[in-house]
């Protein structure tokens, strides 16, 4: 008989990995505030999981929120020719 698995670590490399299971950064969304704004960086973070990451907040969520929705603007104005690489 083997001794059991060590208990999982939570760590900001495991919330924006991409590879992570969506029921792992839901746990980790709902169970560790600080991770958050890691899983808001985390390109395979579902909509319905920012949304509920947005609604929750905690340690620096809006900033990352805030960069996330910058990013995507821009990406769009870039592929729609009205890029200027410049910030309100």
């Known amino acids: 008989m083997s001794p059991p698995a ?6 900001p490399l495991m919330a924006c ?3 992570t299971d969506p029921s ?11 991770l958050r704004r890691w899983i ?3 390109p395979a973070a579902s909509a319905s999981l ?6 929750a907040g905690g340690p620096g969520v809006r900033e990352a929120l ?3 929705l910058d ?3 821009e990406r769009a104005d870039l592929l729609s020719g ?3 690489g410049e910030h309100d």
Do not use: G
């Open 6 to 11: 060590p208990p999982l670590v939570p760590t």
């Open 17 to 19: 990995d991409p590879a």
């Open 24 to 34: 792992l950064l839901w746990q980790l969304a709902r169970d560790e505030p600080e």
């Open 40 to 42: 808001v960086a985390n």
């Open 50 to 55: 920012l949304e509920f990451i947005s609604q």
């Open 66 to 68: 805030t960069l996330l």
């Open 71 to 73: 990013s995507l603007e």
């Open 82 to 84: 009205k890029y200027t």
